[in-house]
């Protein structure tokens, strides 16, 4: 498994099937060992049109049954293929190993449980003579896929799962797809598109387009065969489509600042395997991860110690290595960044108990204790293995004040068994998800799943919510005597 040893990969784009390619290139490089370990096309605003009128000119004759087979037959081929698919996440992303293995296994189920809900009609009917005006009726629901294509933007940080959630649950429904995945972890959504192709999907439902999001970016938001929008990234480009794509429907998955809530009676091992966890899997790379711990005056002393000892005990170092537990962050520059806001957050009073020693993009789990609520370090989203515990107040309406004092709102995860706690966390979160003794990414992949606030506009993912957003629902009537 030496990196070094894998060839470039020269790649092109996967469009209705046909394979293209462009002159100018996009570089993908490996985190860890900085070198270009393949190129992608950088394509331009004509081949997303070309790739959005080719999938309009295609209508999907699949049955349930043949849209089933194929999801059920992608998920197959992915657990055959887990350790390939590991390796190229790994490659490209610089995640660890393990967390590579998780992300192949999680886009499994991802297939498997579409293919499984494909077969679902969820049609409803309304009997009309249910009122003094009522008449011998009947209405039907049924859903029907888009008239016009989806357009989907996919970020760095699951470079396979992410791509999966957009694509199951358009297979599911009938649906033709463009996705434009991120310029740095473009690789795997093309292999991945090979799979699908493999897996018998008629090659007009799904395109790749890949390149640099200043050149074909607005493309992709603005194409008027595009009937609606599904974006997972940041804030700032979530804003920047809602603002330009106009008369389509959004579905906008955007970043988070979510949450631990430890209280005074919560066991504190379990409470801080829960921080730890939640704060460096995945690098702390994930929309959901622990990136602020609120623990009370309490029991805070203790609680900071327990997670130090946890945190030590951490491998950070070469991805490839089947034993580390952090890879590297996906780019130097984003290390560099976390590094920062670390050094400021301890100008504000903050105590650093480990870490924050970069090497490269390798940056290390780093315990902050005593940090300020209202430092950037944890008011906005610090997308790395940082672990920042802000001490609050003993009292239940601090906490959640404080909880919900940042612009986001997406998920949470609450250690505490008292269900007066519970209750009023659940109650009062602003937030799209309370886990109680689990970390704020807990789910499976089907739940819904989904921010509020300046995490997202409410419409959820996770693949049964997916399948809703992708349909229209159309009624008819029928005289019923
Ligand atoms: P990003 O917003 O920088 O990029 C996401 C995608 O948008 C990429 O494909 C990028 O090329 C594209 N993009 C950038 N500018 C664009 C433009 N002008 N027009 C069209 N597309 C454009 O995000 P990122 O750094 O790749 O990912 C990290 C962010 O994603 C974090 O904020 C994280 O919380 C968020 N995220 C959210 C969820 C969720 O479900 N809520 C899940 C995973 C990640």
Redesign the pocket.
């Known amino acids: 498994m030496n990196m070094q040893a894998q060839a470039v990969r020269h790649e092109k784009m996967r469009i209705a099937g046909a394979l293209v390619d462009t002159d100018e290139r996009v570089n993908v490089v490996n985190p860890y060992t900085n070198k270009v370990i393949g190129t992608v096309p950088a394509a331009r605003p004509e081949h997303v049109r070309d790739a959005f009128a080719r999938a309009k000119a295609f209508k999907s004759k699949l049955t349930r049954y043949e849209r089933q087979q194929i999801l059920l037959r992608t998920a197959d081929i992915l657990a055959s293929r887990k350790e390939e698919f590991a390796r190229l996440i790994t490659a490209e992303s610089g995640l660890c190993w393990k967390d590579s293995l998780y992300e192949a296994g999680r886009a499994y189920d991802v297939y498997s449980f579409a293919g499984q809900l494909t077969i679902k009609d969820d049609s409803e009917v309304f009997s009309c003579d249910i009122s003094p005006q009522g008449k011998s009726r009947k209405i039907f629901t049924m859903r029907t896929p888009l008239l016009g294509v989806i357009s989907a933007?996919?970020?760095?940080?699951?470079p396979l799962n992410?791509v999966s959630h957009k694509i199951a649950p358009a297979i599911a429904t009938n649906n033709r797809i463009i996705l434009?995945?991120?310029?740095?972890t473009p690789l795997t959504a093309l292999a991945l598109a090979d799979v699908l192709y493999e897996a018998g999907l008629p090659p007009e439902m799904l395109s790749i387009v890949t390149g640099?999001?200043?050149s074909?970016?607005?493309a992709?938001?603005t194409d008027p065969d595009a009937d609606l929008v599904t974006?997972?990234?940041?804030?700032?480009?979530?804003k920047?489509?809602a603002a330009?794509a106009g008369y389509k429907r959004l579905v906008l998955?955007?970043?988070?600042n979510d949450p631990l809530i430890v209280m005074e009676d919560a066991d504190l091992e379990k409470a801080a395997e829960l921080a730890v966890l939640g704060a460096t899997k995945n690098s702390g790379?994930?929309?959901?991860a622990v990136k602020r711990i609120l623990c009370v005056e309490a029991v805070a002393d203790e609680f900071a110690e327990l997670v130090l000892k946890r945190a030590r005990k951490l491998k950070c170092g070469d991805p490839m290595d089947p034993s580390v537990d952090v890879g590297t962050v996906?780019h130097e520059g984003a290390a560099k960044e976390f590094e920062r806001r670390v050094g400021d957050a301890v100008k504000d009073g903050a105590h650093l108990l480990h870490g924050n020693d970069r090497q490269g993009a390798l940056y290390p789990p780093t315990v902050v204790d005593h940090v300020p609520y209202t430092s950037e370090l944890v008011l906005q989203?610090t997308?790395g293995p940082v672990i920042p515990i802000i001490r609050v107040p003993n009292d239940i309406e601090s906490v959640i004040r404080i909880s919900n004092s940042t612009a986001f709102g997406?998920s949470s995860g609450v250690c505490t068994n008292r269900l007066d706690y519970i209750t009023r966390f659940v109650n009062e979160l602003d937030v799209g998800t309370v886990n109680v003794w689990e970390v704020p990414g807990y789910r499976i992949e089907m739940s819904p799943?989904?921010?509020i606030k300046d995490?997202?506009l409410g419409y959820k993912?996770g693949v049964q919510e997916a399948m809703k957003s992708f349909t229209n629902v159309k009624t008819y009537s029928l005289p019923w005597s």
């Open positions: 933007i996919t970020p760095f940080n699951h992410m434009k995945p991120t310029e740095l640099n999001p200043h074909m970016g607005d992709m938001i974006f997972t990234g940041s804030v700032r480009v979530g920047h489509i330009n998955e955007l970043g988070g790379q994930r929309c959901t996906i989203e997308f997406l799943f989904g921010g995490s997202g993912e």
